[in-house]
């Protein structure tokens, strides 16, 4: 009898587990909406984490560090720690992992696709539009106590990037775009000029010309063993702005894959034609395009504007050893286009969210410094470091900023004019930029997009022969590997995966009932058993 008994606890707690995991899927773990509190609390404590990025690069480090002390100083009752990554990837996978145990950080910097995915849990991440509108703590409130922008100098179109279903939960950090860096001095050697508006048949054109070798194997245009014309650093830019010159399908605001079609293969079987002849391979493949392009191994080289302090001959963050330096002379331009007329080039970088907590007065904290990296200071500070853009046009506009440009070329590290130019190159096309649809699943679809290119850059390598046959088995594989046949519900952040049959929700809810009450039976049989025994003691 006693073996029976447990067995029926055994089930009647493996029933309650199952309920806890089927009522966790639906957000019984999340927290309650935030509200934005009448005031803010100074009698009470805060210590907040902050999750930020930086590419082992110190004056970023200091930038962030004084932020948070200048802060303290003016709200004494809220500390923040720091804690710093080298890559983004980590942060996201560090940030669902602690989304399951309620751990995540107070403030993140992170990419709107990753935080589309940590919408999975409810509440989880604030959205900010009454926090932005409040008229006490919002953007420029009455309240805050340092000069902070206003909603109308946030850049519209960086803003905008950090808006899902109609709501933000994020505010952008800094901006950036994809440029082409460009040695001039081998392009001239071929016999070609570098026009104002890169062509996509200019950059293959070219890339294929530097193929050329003498019967020792050396090529022509470097004298070198080694080069690799044309080196992308992000594949998965480089498929969605060919697909978005294209007009073609990429995905929609409503979570829908559109990436498998006719234009994604002409695109692939392009990227074979060039990787076999050696003119064209990837940053995975090879390695930094920075690195090549410096030591006289590529012409053009495709990386983000805020990688512009690793580009060119004297670069201040230049990562090989001066014997394998080559002086050239560089060109920065706005990254192929199939229309010059119409350019479209990505805008990215990152954004900054905040994770809900019990406490709303620590929300509260969390968003006053959140805007505190959106004052001038910060912004200005941290877009001088690299090529960034800063996502104010209160920053913009300011005397401090326009002075920082005006001076490119002065020395070869505040004022690099490479780092100036990518940066003056985002400033003057924020036009022209545009953005992916965010939904739960957008983090996959693009990593999907760039892993083709890779895969067909590697088959050419290894002599496979990529036809129509290989593309199609790619399609397949990708999207099993990134399970991008799963329908995303863009506005929740959530995936439809459909609701139960009606007799697969009955024989749950019978056998959820018939064990319940099995436990309820050996519940009640222990109480009244132990009651006995005192009764007799």
């Known amino acids: 009898m006693r073996r029976q008994k447990k067995r029926y606890l055994c089930g009647f707690l493996l ?12 957000g019984s773990m999340g927290q309650n909406e935030f509200a934005v509190p009448e005031n803010f609390d100074e009698t009470v404590q805060h210590e907040l984490t902050f999750w930020a990025k930086n590419d082992t690069n110190k004056t970023q480090t200091e930038i962030y560090e004084k932020a948070i002390k200048d802060f303290e100083t003016l709200y004494p009752n809220v500390k923040v720690n720091l804690r710093l990554y080298t890559d983004y990837g980590r942060i996201y996978n560090d940030v669902i992992t602690n989304i399951s145990t309620g751990t995540t950080p107070n403030v993140c910097i992170t990419y709107p696709d990753h935080i589309a995915t940590y919408l999975t849990g409810d509440n989880c991440v ?15 409130g009455s309240e805050v106590r340092f000069d902070a922008p206003a909603k109308t100098e946030m850049i ?5 990037e950090c ?18 860096y460009i040695n001039k001095t081998y392009v001239e050697k071929l016999g070609y000029e570098v026009p104002e508006e890169l062509t996509w048949e200019f950059i293959w054109e070219v890339s ?33 702005q060919l697909l978005a010159q294209s007009d073609a399908g990429y995905s929609d605001k409503a979570g829908n894959v559109l990436i498998f079609n006719d234009t994604t293969k002409d695109i692939l079987f392009d990227v074979a034609e060039h990787a076999k002849t050696g003119a064209f391979s990837t940053f995975k493949i090879v390695g930094y395009p920075a690195n090549f392009l410096n030591a006289g191994q590529c012409i053009f080289a495709i990386d983000s504007t805020a990688g512009a302090t690793w580009m060119g001959s004297d670069a201040p963050l230049c990562d090989i050893s001066e014997d394998k330096l080559v002086q050239f002379e560089t060109e920065v331009r706005m990254l192929p286009q199939l229309d010059p007329e119409n350019p479209q080039m990505i805008s990215q970088g990152p954004s900054v969210c905040i994770f809900n907590k019990e406490n709303p007065q620590e929300v509260l ?9 959106l004052t001038n200071e910060v912004q200005i500070a941290y877009a001088q470091t690299e090529g960034y853009v800063p996502v104010t046009s209160k920053a913009q506009t300011a005397e401090d900023y326009a002075d920082y440009l005006s001076r490119g070329g002065e020395d070869n590290e505040l004022y690099y004019d490479i780092k100036i130019q990518a940066s003056e190159l985002l400033l003057e096309n924020v036009e022209h930029t545009f953005v992916t649809p965010v939904f739960n699943g957008s983090t996959s679809l693009r990593n999907a997009a760039g892993q083709m290119i890779e895969e067909v850059t590697k088959a ?5 022969d990529v ?30 995966l459909g609701a139960l049959p009606g007799t697969a929700v009955a024989l749950l809810t019978a056998l959820a009932v018939a064990w319940a009450g099995m436990g309820l039976y050996v519940g009640v049989s222990y109480l009244k058993k132990k009651r006995k025994s005192k009764e007799k003691h």
């Not at 046959?469 to 952040?493: N, P, V, W």
Request: net charge negative.
């Open 365 to 373: 904290a969390s968003w006053l410094f959140v805007q505190y990296l």
């Open 467 to 496: 036809n129509e046959t290989f593309i199609e088995e790619l399609f397949t594989d990708m999207i099993s590997l990134y399970r991008l046949d799963q329908k995303s519900d863009a506005g929740t952040g959530k995936k439809e």
């Open 15 to 26: 029933t309650l587990l199952c309920l806890t995991v089927l009522g966790g899927c639906h």
């Open 208 to 240: 294929e010309a530097a193929t050329a070798q003498d019967t020792e194997g050396n090529y022509l245009v470097n004298g070198q063993k080694v080069l690799i014309p044309f080196i992308y650093k992000s594949t998965d830019n480089m498929m969605i």
């Open 163 to 180: 808006a899902f279903d109609d709501r933000y939960y994020a505010v952008p950090f800094m901006r950036s775009t994809e440029a082409c």
């Open 156 to 160: 519209p179109q960086f803003l905008t």
């Open 460 to 464: 050419v390598r290894r002599k496979k």
């Open 126 to 140: 604030v959205p900010l539009d009454q926090l932005m509108e409040d008229e006490r703590f919002g953007l420029a």
